[in-house]
């Protein structure tokens, strides 16, 4: 229900190099403490990143509550809830809403 203390810190070690994150959804079930070390480790890696200039894109609903549980939103460069529809957009696709709201007929 969880990642442990090894997959934490290759985590955080990854991201400590990275330029760019996309994180999209937490890596346990952070709603109980019990479960929260990962996801913890992991945003605390993100938003360290962040500090030093790294940006990072959160992507979805539960990773947005994860981001308010344990830290600021105002930390990360991008917030999203839509995590499904955030990775859609950097592929590339064309998404409904916006193609609707971009129809100028």
Not at 9 to 23: G, N, Y
Not at 45 to 62: F, N, Q, R
């Amino acid at each position: 229900m969880d990642i442990g203390p090894k997959s934490v810190a290759q985590f955080q070690e990854v991201i400590s190099r990275a330029k760019m994150i996309v994180w999209n959804g937490p890596m346990g079930v952070f709603e109980f403490d019990k479960f929260a070390a990962g996801s913890r480790g992991v945003l605390e890696a993100v938003e360290a990143a962040t500090k030093a200039g790294c940006t990072s894109i959160i992507g979805g609903g539960d990773t947005a509550t994860c981001v308010t549980k344990f830290s600021k939103p105002e930390m990360f460069s991008h917030i999203s809830t839509g995590g499904g529809a955030s990775l859609e957009l950097l592929e590339g696709k064309i998404l409904p809403g916006v193609a609707a709201l971009s129809d100028k007929s």
